[in-house]
Antibody
């Protein structure tokens, strides 16, 4: 059974930094591209970032480009999202998701974690 | 403003059929990229409902079906049940943004 467990969320001041983690199990992590999606309170889903299976290529939404960095450690079956320069509009539940594709962000998300809440506020 | 456009809400009585539209453009659905649908029950993570326009993952009832034509796609739900009350999102890929795009979501109310 696929399991994705996010951690690292919390309350952070504007301008601050935070690193989210997502620990995966139940599938061969190194073969699968991974995605972060976020959902602001009461709002819809927003794609944030994708990383290829080997970690060599990354893609970002314009709203986070230059501030967020996606990475992975295949030896630890763990996905990361390093967030800098956080703003109030980054407040959201952040989900990690298992992508159907390995090397391009054009596929669907077949498993999701339960999400971790990031609140940016002073 | 989402790249893919969905109606904010739809409703139907138990047993009825409803459809949810998802309209895109020439850089996403119209470019031939697949459309996928997710169901988000209250206070839970989204769940894959339909992939590659028309396919259901195992465990998804055949009451749920998808279609795609031109720059649009649709999700149909027949034989509405109270447990279908949820938010539904379409998703595709946009080649001008080089990333996934979602619809704004549609809240289904079962009357």
């Amino acid at each position: 059974e696929v399991q994705l467990l996010e951690s690292g969320g919390g309350l952070i001041q504007p301008g601050g930094s935070l690193r989210l983690s997502c620990t995966a199990s139940g599938f061969t992590f190194e073969n699968i591209g991974m995605t972060w999606v976020r959902q602001a309170p009461g709002k819809g889903l927003e794609w944030v970032s994708f990383i290829t299976n080997a970690g060599g290529y990354t893609y970002y939404a314009d709203s986070v480009k230059g501030r967020f960095t996606i990475s992975r450690d295949n030896s630890k079956n763990t996905l990361y999202l390093q967030m800098h320069g956080l703003r109030a509009d980054d407040t959201a539940v952040y989900y990690c998701a298992k992508d159907r594709g390995a090397v391009m962000p054009m596929h669907f998300l077949d498993s999701w974690g339960q999400g971790t809440l990031v609140t940016v506020s002073s | 403003q989402s790249v893919l456009t969905q109606p904010p809400s739809v409703s139907g009585a138990p047993g009825q059929r409803v459809t949810i539209s998802c309209t895109g453009s020439s850089s996403n659905i119209g470019a031939g990229y697949d459309v996928h649908w997710y169901q988000q029950l209250p206070r839970t993570a989204p769940k894959l409902l339909i992939y590659a326009n028309t396919n259901r993952p195992s465990g998804v009832p055949d009451r749920f079906s998808g279609s795609k034509s031109g720059t649009s796609a649709s999700l149909a739900i027949t034989g509405l049940q109270p447990e279908d009350e949820a938010d539904y999102y379409c998703q595709s890929y946009d080649n001008s943004l080089s990333g996934k795009v979602f619809g704004g979501g549609t809240k289904l109310t079962v009357l």
